[in-house]
């Protein structure tokens, strides 16, 4: 079976996956969340100062079942065929708006004749080591999810969503209420476009998620059955810890 195997048959049941963003780059950061039994952790190459010489060790230093997947900086094959030759469960591929992107975002992911991944498994094979069990395995089991982010997106859902090979979509709140001209994922309209690509996705079968900042945008994500949700990333962990215990240490101190 297939190393992170479980993410997948989660999402298959119909279950729901908890995850957390990493973007601190070191690798206590990501060994200490996947001690904590989230079933994902997301490893942000978009948006945090984190290059693939740093996210080698981070994801050695993944314990326990949470799966590790990447959020590549673009829809480029060369990002995605770096990432997953480390040995990652997946990637997360941004800004899919169309069904072209999505089938390139496939193709990546997969080895000729199926795709146009380059054959040079490193890690993923452990080095050579299961290397006839992970070319067999990859093409099927290589879960990748394509983020639902933009005005175009939503427009072309269900092309998007019914591109063979999309494990999930991803939706990206504030991206997405940029993108329709507003500044919260709170104000209706951009509320019913995320019902509306949860309904597609629902149809068609194709497990949804998102970034679940607050109790708020958790309970949204739960009445829309949306299955893969990330409920913050290290470093709003880490504010929220310290605002925490500061503001009791306050009430208790008079400061």
Known sequence: ???????KDILKRGGVALGAWVTI???????????????????????????????EPMLSSVKG????????????????KRVLDLGVAGVMVP???????????????????????GVGARRAALFGLREREYYEEADEEVIVVVQIETRESIKN??????????????????DLSFSLGLRSWRHPEVKEAIREVARIGKD???????????EEALEFALQNDLQLLALGSDYRFLIRGAEEALGRSRSLTGR
């Open 25 to 55: 780059p070191h690798p206590e950061i990501s060994e200490i969340l996947s001690l904590l039994g989230f079933d994902w952790l997301l490893f942000d190459l978009e948006h945090a100062p984190i290059d693939v010489g740093q996210l």
């Open 204 to 214: 068609l079968g194709v497990p949804g998620g998102m970034y679940c900042a607050d």
């Open 157 to 174: 859902a269900e092309a998007i969503l019914s591109t063979e090979g999309v494990t999930a979509y991803f939706i990206g709140p504030n």
């Open 95 to 117: 800004l899919v708006s169309s069904k072209e992107s999505a089938e390139l975002a496939v193709k990546a992911a997969r080895y000729p004749p199926k795709g146009i991944r």
């Open 65 to 80: 079942k949470a799966a590790p997947l990447v959020r590549v900086p673009d829809n480029d094959p060369a990002w995605i």
């Open 1 to 7: 079976m297939f190393m992170f195997g479980r993410l």
